[in-house]
């Protein structure tokens, strides 16, 4: 039988730095035939580029719950 692989709803949220600058996070919960195996989170990060110009960065963390439940 065929694994089925899915990504949750997205769930977004925001980060508010001291000079009134906002930037996104958004997440995703992975799941591998029905159960939560994991989660996927981008986001951004408010920074200094090497012109000392603002800029924004932007990251993604994958996090794994254990092995994957019966995976092939």
Known sequence: ???IWTFGPPKDSNTQ???????PHRMWVVSLNGVA???????CHKRH???GVVDV??????????????GN
């Open 1 to 3: 039988m065929a694994d």
């Open 17 to 23: 730095y001291g000079d009134g600058t906002i930037v």
């Open 37 to 43: 195996i994991g989660e996927l989170e981008l986001h």
């Open 49 to 51: 580029g090497p012109d």
């Open 57 to 70: 960065s932007y990251g993604l963390t994958a996090i794994t719950y254990g092995p994957p439940p019966g």
